[in-house]
């Protein structure tokens, strides 16, 4: 399995234990539950987003620009990400508990 499938794995199982801890009426239609899963993985992708963008030096922006749109091969713009971003796990990671925080209260 290559890591940008473990990555979306990884996501998505993170919002499926975020609607477990939100603990939504057991009598909620599965197509709600389904669409606020898509909506949420939606907006913790954003976030993550986010968060390399503005931790990306300056003078790497272009370059990062021109990757996503030439479509680079996603292990391509990550390794990228980590190459150029010092502790880029542990602040994706402190975005996900913020917006875990957020989310449940």
């Not at 499926?16 to 909620?28: A, M």
């Not at 968060?51 to 030096?57: A, F, M, Q, R």
């Amino acid at each position: 399995m290559n890591k940008e499938i473990d990555k979306n794995m990884d996501l998505k199982m993170f919002v499926d234990r975020l609607i477990e801890e939100k603990k939504f009426p057991e009598n909620l239609e599965k197509e709600v539950i389904e669409q606020i899963k898509t909506d949420l993985l939606s907006r913790v992708e954003d976030r993550i987003n986010m968060v390399i963008v503005s931790n990306l030096p300056e003078d790497k922006l272009e370059e990062f620009n021109q990757m996503l749109d030439k479509n680079v091969e996603a292990q391509a713009i990550q390794n990228f990400c980590a190459e150029n971003i010092p502790d880029l796990a542990q602040l994706i990671a402190s975005e996900l508990i913020i917006f875990k925080q957020t989310y449940l209260s």
